[in-house]
């Protein structure tokens, strides 16, 4: 097969209705081939991707190699790294691979834990170790050169996870500009 030919099908299920696909109407993105209910599941999922900002950041591969360096920052920082002493570093990786994938806009839903109940019990967990974790994915993205617009709106995602992370109340649905799009 020549590279970035598609080497795995999606189920038989349609990603945008969840009804059954109709193998005639297919889709290949990242290696993968999804089919599709009908014309219009396909061309909103495509329109999705294109629009989304985990393709602008370069899709899979950039953010695999985000998330590479992301974790080197972390278990280098002593403010935090206590955090992940007895954890593995290789599954926490491929969970947050998955998991921000997911949420900038990737093409495979996040099916891991919330990320409450992932982080509820870690002892005293506050905000000043959700800013160091945030500081270094900024500067993770930063480093791989990425346009400060794109970094802006990634935070901007990964901040609105704060509440969840530590624990607390969701704050109300006034703080618009804090909702994952
Ligand atoms: C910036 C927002 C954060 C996001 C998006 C995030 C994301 C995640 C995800 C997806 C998981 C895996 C959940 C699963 O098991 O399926 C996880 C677990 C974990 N996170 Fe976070 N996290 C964030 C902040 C933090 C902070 C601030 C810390 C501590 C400094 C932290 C420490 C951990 C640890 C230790 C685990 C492993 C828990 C376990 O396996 O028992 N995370 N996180």
Redesign the pocket.
């Known amino acids: 097969a020549e590279p970035g030919s598609s080497k795995e099908t999606s189920n038989g299920t349609c990603p945008v209705t969840g009804k059954p696909a109709d193998p005639a109407i297919t889709y290949a993105y990242e290696g993968i081939t999804y089919s599709f209910a009908d014309e219009a599941s396909r061309q909103k999922f495509t329109n999705d991707r294109a629009g989304s900002l985990y393709q602008k950041l370069g899709g899979k591969a950039a953010i695999d190699a985000a998330v590479e360096l992301f974790y080197v920052k972390?278990l280098a920082d002593k403010?935090?790294?206590y955090?992940?002493e007895?954890?593995?570093m290789n599954?926490?990786k491929r969970?947050?691979k998955?998991?921000?994938s997911a949420?900038l806009g990737g093409p495979i839903p996040?099916v891991?834990?919330?990320?409450r109940?992932?982080?509820e019990?870690?002892g005293g967990?506050n905000d000043t170790?959700?800013?160091?974790?945030?500081e270094h994915?900024q500067a993770t993205l930063t480093e791989l050169k990425v346009d400060p617009q794109l970094i802006g709106q990634a935070m901007a995602i990964?901040?609105s996870?704060?509440d969840a992370?530590?624990n607390r109340p969701a704050k109300p649905a006034a703080a618009a500009t804090t909702a994952v799009p």
């Open positions: 972390v403010r935090v790294n955090f992940f007895d954890i593995n599954k926490q969970k947050q998955e998991f921000l949420a996040y891991g834990k919330d990320l109940s992932a982080h019990s870690l967990l170790h959700f800013d160091a974790i945030a994915l990964v901040g996870t704060r992370v530590l």
